[in-house]
């Protein structure tokens, strides 16, 4: 292979690889932030605060004493307060606490309150929460939600040539009537209407109700693509019209879904248009486990196209309460889908290849990039919200492994004991690397 034809292979890696690094990064600041800020405001002192491991890049000390350095391999982070033996604030450096005052003890983390410790340790996921909250808050903010009644705005490019205009009121489509903007009666409307290349639309414009000739409302336009997809690896890109499968022409989105579901598996040829270009792409479906509202999952074949409206609708801007409460919903949303494709995980109801290492989290990274700075910065939060959920799990190493033993010393009136404690630490240590060699290995082996 010569050099030209490897550049863009070059300049994919080379995106997913930053992706993935800016991501991790930000997630990890924010997690060890928690713990550091907290720390600080609850008079335990840090002695270093590190973006990375490893050889350090770079390091300065601050006016109280922490160093915050950055470190060659940016595959975590950690804030080691003072008297620890280590970062993971697993034991106590015994010939440095020998030497302290009582009044400097209690600036150690381990000579700290146990109030001080548990706020300290459960600082951390709680910022990673907070930070996804805080941007799915932002994103509803910036996009906003759909006027009502539904008004048009920016265009898709669709296969037909038709009459509706931006600015156009929509009050009916083949002579149903809209339901409000955002009911789930839009969906049953969709579902009811012929698919044809063009039906009839009963619009407002500039103050006047007029019919006028419009496509399918869900064409079979790409509005996003689902990472480690068929249709990423196809090279599909948003805003391409697909015209036909296997040689039948298609003019709703509900086609494509049908055709796909059909195929079971088999190869499909698709018909694509892409800006003046008309490309024929072959790909093949993927089993994917989907969860369902009501709960558990459901297997279907997919190819990763996500669809939508020929045009996006005009929005108006929600209020904050509005807004924040759909962020939280938003990380509820997918703390529960991710505990729930766990259970079914270990039950074997769904393939264990749902569970993705580092490298799937690289590819879906740069995927998420690639789509532009909106999606990348959500994925980030769904990314925060899952790195927040994991150290809350009750492991030894992590923060819920502490904050188990934190509760233990509540209720027993003195912290576990210290070889009990290292024994455990140990086993957590290896239950850790055993999930990332397993996640890993899904990465290289499943399909």
Known sequence: MDIVSFLPQFGGLAM?????????SVIVAVHEYGHYIVGRWSGIHA???SLGFGPVLFARVDRRGTKWQIALLPLGGFVKFRGDADAASAGTDGQVIRTMTEAE???????????ARTATVAAGPIFNFVLAIVVFTAIGLTRGVAVDPLTVGDLRPVAAAHDIQPDDVILAIDGHPLPQAGEAGFAELTAALPNAALMDYTVLRDGREMSVQGPHPMPPVITQLAPQSAAIAADLEPDDVILAVDGDPIHAFSQLREKVEGAEGAPLLLDVRRGDQTLQVTLTPRRVDEPQDGGGFETNWRIGIIGGLFFDPMTETPGVIDALSNGVANMWQIIRGSLSGLYHMVTGAISTCNMSGPIGIAEVSGAMASQGTENFIYFIAVLSTAVGLLNLFPIPVLDGGHLVFYAYEAVAGKPPNEKVLRVLMAVGLTLILSLMVFALSNDIFCP
Do not use: C
Request: glycine share 4%.
């Open 16 to 24: 997913t690889l930053v992706a993935f690094v800016v991501a991790l």
């Open 47 to 49: 002695d270093v605060f």
């Open 105 to 115: 003890k209690r600036s150690t983390m381990h000579g700290a309150p146990l109030w």
